[in-house]
């Protein structure tokens, strides 16, 4: 098993920057992570995902030049950093771990999830 918690949401104006960090704790094994994000009534969609050696990231258009993903396996943690943010970006984002070789898109791909951490951008 894996835990894994998320740190980092908070309130920031459009333009504004956040960085979200998540901590992995349990089994150890060569994860790939992810970054999604939902809002009420909405499917959960990922942001970024990231391979085990970090050879390989993927990203939504939505957020592609905005956002960064990156690891330091030796700390166990995952980042996303946040820039340009717009109010659009407001949700829980959850940080996610797949034991699947390719960065998947689908929640369904990841076995292992944190709680979420609320972000909101104000306008």
């Known amino acids: 098993q894996v835990q894994l918690v998320e740190s980092g949401g908070g309130l920031v104006q459009a333009g504004g920057s956040l960085k979200l960090t998540c901590r992995a704790s349990?089994?150890?094994?060569?994860?790939?992570m992810a970054w999604f994000r939902q809002t009420p009534g909405k499917e959960r969609e990922l942001t970024s995902a990231?391979?085990?050696?970090?050879?390989?990231?993927r990203y939504a258009d939505s957020v592609k030049g905005r956002f960064t993903i990156s690891r330091d396996n030796s700390k166990n943690t995952v980042s996303l950093q946040m820039n340009s943010l717009k109010p659009e970006d407001t949700a829980v984002y959850y940080c996610?771990?797949?034991?699947?070789?390719?960065?998947?898109?689908?929640?369904?791909?990841?076995?292992?999830w944190g709680q979420g951490t609320q972000v909101t951008v104000s306008a």
């Open positions: 349990g089994r150890t094994f060569p994860y790939a």
């Open positions: 990231i391979s085990w050696s970090s050879d390989s990231t």
């Open positions: 996610a771990a797949t034991s699947a070789g390719s960065l998947a898109t689908t929640p369904r791909a990841y076995n292992f």
